[in-house]
Nanobody, 126 residues
Framework: QVELVESGGGSVQAGGSLRLSCAAS????????MGWFRQSPGKEREGVAA????????YYADAVKGRFTISQDSAKNTVYLQMNSLKPEDTAMYYC???????????????????WGQGTQVTVSS
């Protein structure tokens, strides 16, 4: 069982920045991927960014490439999502998740992740 706690959400104007944090605890020894997902009302949950814990390999959704950066502090079992140049369409609940999958093909697929945090709200106004 992995417990995840997100923090860092809030409200910003378009063009602003936020940094999300996700602290993992519990049985994290077999976690291979940590990812950030987001969901807006009426929309499906979508993958935003993910990082492979063993070597720091990162992967991003096209919508956030060049604006968001995922990173990890392995000593703290914490993953971060630095979000710059935020747009109103980035408004969503952001969730952190962990996976034991080794497949890059599903690295941003929610079904590949088995532990989820409660989420943190990000609101970007125009």
């Amino acid at each position: 069982q992995v417990e995840l706690v997100e923090s860092g959400g809030g409200s910003v104007q378009a063009g602003g920045s936020l940094r999300l944090s996700c602290a993992a605890s519990g049985y994290t020894y077999d976690v291979t991927l940590m990812g950030w997902f987001r969901q807006s009302p009426g929309k499906e949950r979508e993958g935003v960014a993910a990082i492979r814990t063993a070597d720091g390999f990162t992967y991003y959704a096209d919508a956030v490439k060049g604006r968001f950066t995922i990173s990890q502090d392995s000593a703290k079992n914490t993953v971060y999502l630095q979000m710059n140049s935020l747009k109103p369409e980035d408004t969503a609940m952001y969730y952190c998740a962990t996976s034991r999958s080794t497949s890059i093909a599903t690295i941003l697929v929610a079904q590949a992740y088995n532990s989820w945090g409660q989420g943190t709200q990000v609101t970007v106004s125009s």
